[in-house]
């Protein structure tokens, strides 16, 4: 490090304690990452961001294509901005900005908040809140989250990826607010989710994807969102899964599902269930668990602005899944993009 560039830290001091209660997470991020959240170590935070792959390692000039002179690796150069360094032509004056190509390219705030935002997104932190602990407008958190959640959503539908459910394995279909509560008067203002769970352990294997609102006098809205929820089971649920909803389900009934029977042969209602008492009493049972912790999350889902809501699904499935390497996962995650 040839030089140590000074620029004003966009964090006040008003937002200090909150800041220092949040980079008290344990685990990855204090082992880890926090040393390089204080003062001083902003260019070490740089390098570990350039050596672990979440920012490129190179970069070859926009030139190269003209110029053959310019088709080198470009110089890694000391700059004042919050970045620290930028990427220099050794040949012409071209220069790149070292988050070109990486999941922080269009994120309007230092690294230390950048990598505060991925761990405020790991958390299900709602953008707003992330922002007003950091002091940065919401817009740039939106951003980053945006990206991320683009990158994880990937990654768990990815076939190398353990989907939902598996031959042989019970999963279960429902939405929110109809099925998942026990109220016989569910709130209609609710916006209406698809939750898929695996029943094999608790937690349990979920899937949570938002769905339109409809009118529940709307045929064409009703087979719409019936057809949507086709297509994500198709997406996620492993083929040989054995399917479970209930029979007056207004959205993915027992009897709407039978159209996937060529990649599920075996569909069962819950009513059915019911009725082969034995082996079946254990999954009756833990169905009241696993629609608690689901309606946890469609509650906690109502808070959220309509644009924000996949994004924290897709923010607690990677949770449920990862548990406490989260983080890690996700770093790893974006640093395979590069
Ligand atoms: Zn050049």
Not at 63 to 73: F, R
Not at 221 to 238: A, G, N, R, S, Y
Not at 248 to 265: E, M, N, R, V
Request: aromatic fraction near 10%; proline fraction near 4%; charge should be neutral.
């Amino acid at each position: 490090m040839t030089e140590v560039v000074k620029v004003t830290d966009e964090n006040n001091n008003e937002n200090k304690l909150l800041i220092d209660s949040f980079d008290s997470e344990p685990g990855y991020y204090c082992q880890v990452i926090r040393s390089m959240l204080t003062p001083g170590h902003e260019t070490e935070l740089v390098y570990w961001l350039k050596s672990f792959g979440l920012i490129p390692n190179t970069q070859i000039c926009n030139n190269a294509n003209i110029n053959e002179d310019c088709n080198k690796i470009m110089e890694w150069t000391p700059v004042k901005t919050i970045d620290y360094y930028q990427w220099k032509c050794r040949n012409c004056s071209g220069k790149k900005s070292i988050r070109e190509n990486s999941v922080f390219q269009d994120v309007k705030c230092n690294f230390k908040n950048s990598i505060r935002i991925l761990l405020g997104w790991c958390k299900g932190y709602d953008a707003e809140l992330m922002a007003n602990i950091l002091g940065v407008k919401s817009r740039t958190v939106k951003v980053l989250y945006n990206a991320v959640s683009a990158t994880a959503r990937k990654h768990l539908k990815s076939q190398q990826n353990k989907k939902v459910g598996g031959p042989g394995i019970i999963v279960l279909v429902d939405t929110y607010p109809e099925g998942c509560t026990n109220s016989s008067r569910p709130n209609q203002a609710n916006r209406p989710i698809l939750c898929i769970a695996e029943i094999k352990d608790i937690p349990p294997n979920y899937w949570f994807e938002a769905l339109n609102r409809y009118h529940r006098n709307n045929v064409q809205q009703i087979m719409d969102v019936k057809e949507h929820i086709l297509t994500v089971i198709q997406d996620v649920v492993v083929p040989g899964s054995i399917l479970v909803s209930r029979q007056d389900s207004t959205l993915c009934s027992f009897f709407d599902l039978q159209k996937l029977s060529h990649i599920y042969p075996t569909i069962v209602s819950v009513e059915g269930l019911a009725r082969h008492n034995s082996a079946n009493q254990e999954i009756l049972a833990n169905l009241e668990i696993i629609w608690k912790l689901a309606l946890n999350v469609c509650e906690e889902a109502q808070f959220f602005n309509y644009e924000q809501v996949p994004n924290f699904f897709i923010s607690q499935m990677w949770h449920s899944r990862f548990g406490n390497e989260s983080f890690e996962t996700l770093l790893n995650r974006l640093a395979d993009l590069q």
